[in-house]
């Protein structure tokens, strides 16, 4: 399974000026905040399972930066330690919304538009 990042970078043709312009894009949007969710919660997922304290710790200090976005974490309680299964719920939402919203409104941006045209007419 692809994740966000690579998902990105092959909808932006792996192109490194397009993916700081979509970085700059984000920023100027409040879009940053899912890109750091998903890494949050793909860090929690990397993480050796051999320390049950230090992934609880990792938990709720996802919990604790992100918890307030409802549209990532519904449970309202600040001392909630979400569960593996939530965190998954979480990366798909948060995953969706990038590719589903923030990577087409880039794309359709006319300076997007433009700097393709000018890379096809390099191409040509």
């Given at each position: ?38 890494a949050d919660v ?33 449970v309202g309680d ?47």
């Amino acid at each position: 399974e692809k994740d966000v990042l690579t998902v990105m970078l092959h909808m932006l043709d792996g192109d490194s000026t397009e993916v700081y312009h979509f970085k700059k894009f984000l920023q100027r949007n409040n879009g940053m905040t899912d890109v750091v969710a998903w890494a949050d919660v793909e860090t929690y997922f990397t993480m050796p399972r051999d320390s049950a304290l230090a992934l609880n710790s990792r938990a709720k200090a996802i919990y604790r930066v992100h918890g307030s976005n409802k549209a990532f974490f519904p449970v309202g309680d600040e001392n909630h330690r979400p569960t593996t299964p939530e965190f998954m719920e979480a990366q798909t939402r948060i995953e969706t919304k990038i590719v589903s919203e923030w990577i087409p409104q880039f794309t359709e941006q006319a300076s997007y538009k433009m700097r393709q045209e000018k890379k096809m007419k390099a191409i040509a």
